[in-house]
């Protein structure tokens, strides 16, 4: 354990995350192990066998900064990485049951909402931060499909988590976010298209999870309205919430693999990884800065605010689907 006053703690926590992170995955790259790999497969936006553990080791670089540097954070958030990590990676790499998968989600997310919420809040309140939080868990995952994109709203996200923390004073909050943010930053530099490493379950489902829970718990501190977080990540609730609906009401599977997605008929419009990518850092930094500027401003502004980014999401929509075709469409 290291302690350092703050901001060095923060630098040096951040810095130590982002080099444990980038080592780890490189070592990852280079040992090319058959178990690790990701076939490509009919519905894959990939052509060749990737490393797809990626994510396993950003985490694996943040919660170790966190441990050197005496970050706190309720048990109930470390067991529920621990244990999503745990299923996703066994998932990664034997292929772990929907039913099994579900389940364990479940179970971390009751885990940390009545842990934290049952003695404060109504059942109500609790039972929607536990659908939140499963739903937010899988989200992740389904948006983690073209190069660089989940690393970079894991950078984005994260840093602006952070950066409200850093202003409001809590310091503490403020390391664990910039952490995860720097260890996604050095996923990122293997991830970028051409991507030499993937994410993989063990990487989107916790990261998914500790969006929806760092979000309760800086509302909880009030850090910010419950608006925030859901800005911040709204490139991805959106996207994966309207196709998900789409393919439930047209009687689809909706667990099943899938190449419907908003940025996934970007890339194969001929728009490609690296420029969606990069038109999605935009979205997600622009959407970012609004979080942090609402957070600023009265609960009137707040709900105008977001009624307006639904505008500008549901107009955004409207022209993707008359320009670009459903991938079911192309042959």
């Keep these: 354990m290291v302690v350092l006053d703050f901001p060095y703690s923060m ?64 048990s109930a958030v470390l067991l529920g990485v621990a244990l999503l990590m745990a299923i996703s990676l066994i998932d990664d790499i034997r292929h772990a049951p929907v039913w099994c998968r579900l389940l364990i989600h479940a179970v971390a997310a009751a885990w940390f909402a009545i842990a934290l919420l049952w003695s404060a809040y109504d059942g109500l309140t609790v039972l929607c931060v536990i659908i939140a939080t499963i739903w937010m868990s899988n989200l992740y995952n389904f948006m983690d499909g073209s190069d660089g ?11 602006c988590y952070g950066l409200i923390a850093y202003l409001a004073g809590d310091h503490n909050f403020a390391m664990i976010n910039f952490s995860i943010a720097a260890a996604a930053m050095a996923f990122l530099l293997h991830n970028f298209h051409p991507a030499r490493v993937f994410m993989g379950d063990a990487g989107s489902v916790p990261l998914g999870f500790l969006a929806a829970v760092f979000g309760v718990l800086g509302w909880l501190n009030q850090l910010w309205t419950i608006w925030v977080p859901l800005l911040i990540f709204s490139p991805f609730i959106t996207d994966a919430t309207v196709t998900l609906t789409r393919r439930l009401l047209q009687g689809k599977k909706i667990w099943q693999a899938h190449r419907e997605h908003y940025y996934q008929r970007l890339v194969q419009s001929g728009f490609g990884h ?4 990069l038109a999605a850092y935009a979205l997600m930094l622009i959407a970012g800065g609004c979080a942090i500027w609402i957070n600023q401003q009265d609960m009137a502004v707040q709900q105008w605010g977001m009624l307006m980014w639904g505008g500008v999401y549901l107009a955004a929509m409207m ?6 075709k459903p991938f079911s469409d192309r042959g």
């Design 274 to 277: 690296r420029n969606t990518a």
């Design 11 to 74: 630098f040096a926590a951040s810095l130590l995350a982002f080099f444990l992170s980038f080592f780890s995955i490189l070592w990852l790259i280079k040992r090319k192990a058959d178990w690790a790999l990701d076939q490509p497969n009919a519905r894959s936006l990939h052509t060749v066998p990737v490393p797809r553990i990626g994510g396993a080791c950003l985490l694996s670089a943040a919660m170790t900064a966190w441990l050197c540097f005496a970050a706190t954070l309720p």
């Design 319 to 324: 022209i993707a689907d008359r320009s670009l």
């Design 149 to 159: 994109l989940a690393g970079g709203m894991a950078m984005i996200g994260f840093g």
